[in-house]
T-cell receptor, first 111, second 114 residues
Framework: SQQGEEDPQALSIQEGENATMNCSYK?????LQWYRQNSGRGLVHLIL?????REKHSGRLRVTLDTSKKSSSLLITASRAADTASYFC???????????FGQGTELSVKP | GAGVSQSPRYKVTKRGQDVALRCDPI?????LYWYRQALGQGPEFLTY????????KSGLPNDRFSAERPEGSISTLTIQRTEQRDSAMYRC????????????FGSGTRLTVV
C-alpha cells in the first residue's frame, strides 16, 4: 500500500515560475525523501529531511516538513524546462528500512 | 561500480517461463531494494536486504516471486511461471548503512510477458 500522496497529480507552469508540490502521509516517519524521474527513466534522489527537521534547502529546492500535519512540501524556485519530470515523495518509517513511495506529481515547465 | 547496474535492460518472455533479473549495487552499499513500477505510478516495494539477509519480503506479490543476495553484493529477483500481469519495470536500488544520502536507483529491467 502507498503511504504518501502527492498533490497535485499534475502541474504545468511557465519557465521562471516557482513550483510547489505537496505530500501527505499516514504514519510516523524517520525521514522523508523526494525523488525526480524523467520520462520513465531511473529515479534520482533530490533531498532528505529528517523527522526532527522543519526545513531544508538544496540549490533551488526547498523542502518543508510538518510532522504534526503529516505533510511535506517541495518548492522549486525559478523553474527551468529541464525541471520537467515526475516528482515523488517517499517515507522511511524506520532508519535503514524500506521507502514507501507516493504516486507522484507530474511537473511540466514550458519555455 | 560507479552506479547500480541492472540486467537485462529489456526482457521479453513467454507466459509460464521463469525469469531472473540481476542487480549489481554500488560497491560497499549495505542495503539493496527491489521495486516494481507500473507506468504512471510510483515504485511499489517488493523486498530488501541488509548484507545477505533478507529483511522484509512483505511486498512480494505471491510465492512465484523470490529474491536472494547470497554474498551480500549482487542480487537476483526470480519470477517463476510468469504471467502477463507480471509485466512491469523492475527497479533495484542500494543505499549505505546510514541511508542518509537516499537510495541510488538502477535504470531498471523492463519485463514483458507475452
Amino acid at each position: 500500500s502507498q503511504q504518501g500522496e502527492e498533490d497535485p497529480q499534475a502541474l504545468s507552469i511557465q519557465e521562471g515560475e516557482n513550483a510547489t508540490m505537496n505530500c501527505s502521509y499516514k504514519t510516523s516517519i524517520n525521514n522523508l525523501q523526494w525523488y525526480r524521474q524523467n520520462s520513465g527513466r531511473g529515479l534520482v534522489h533530490l533531498i532528505l529531511i529528517r523527522s526532527n527537521e522543519r526545513e531544508k534547502h538544496s540549490g533551488r529546492l526547498r523542502v518543508t516538513l510538518d510532522t504534526s500535519k503529516k505533510s511535506s512540501s517541495l518548492l522549486i524556485t525559478a523553474s527551468r524546462a529541464a525541471d520537467t519530470a515526475s516528482y515523488f515523495c517517499a517515507t522511511d518509517l524506520a532508519k535503514g528500512g524500506k521507502l514507501i513511495f507516493g504516486q507522484g506529481t507530474e511537473l511540466s515547465v514550458k519555455p | 561500480g560507479a552506479g547500480v547496474s541492472q540486467s537485462p535492460r529489456y526482457k521479453v518472455t513467454k507466459r509460464g517461463q521463469d525469469v531472473a533479473l540481476r542487480c549489481d549495487p554500488i560497491s560497499g552499499h549495505v542495503s539493496l531494494y527491489w521495486y516494481r513500477q507500473a507506468l504512471g505510478q510510483g515504485p511499489e516495494f517488493l523486498t530488501y536486504f541488509n548484507y545477505e539477509a533478507q529483511q522484509d519480503k512483505s511486498g512480494l506479490p505471491n510465492d512465484r516471486f523470490s529474491a536472494e543476495r547470497p554474498e551480500g553484493s549482487i542480487s537476483t529477483l526470480t519470477i517463476q511461471r510468469t504471467e502477463q500481469r507480471d509485466s512491469a519495470m523492475y527497479r533495484c536500488a542500494s543505499s549505505s548503512a546510514s541511508g542518509g544520502d537516499g537510495y541510488t536507483f538502477g535504470s531498471g529491467t523492463r519485463l514483458t510477458v507475452v
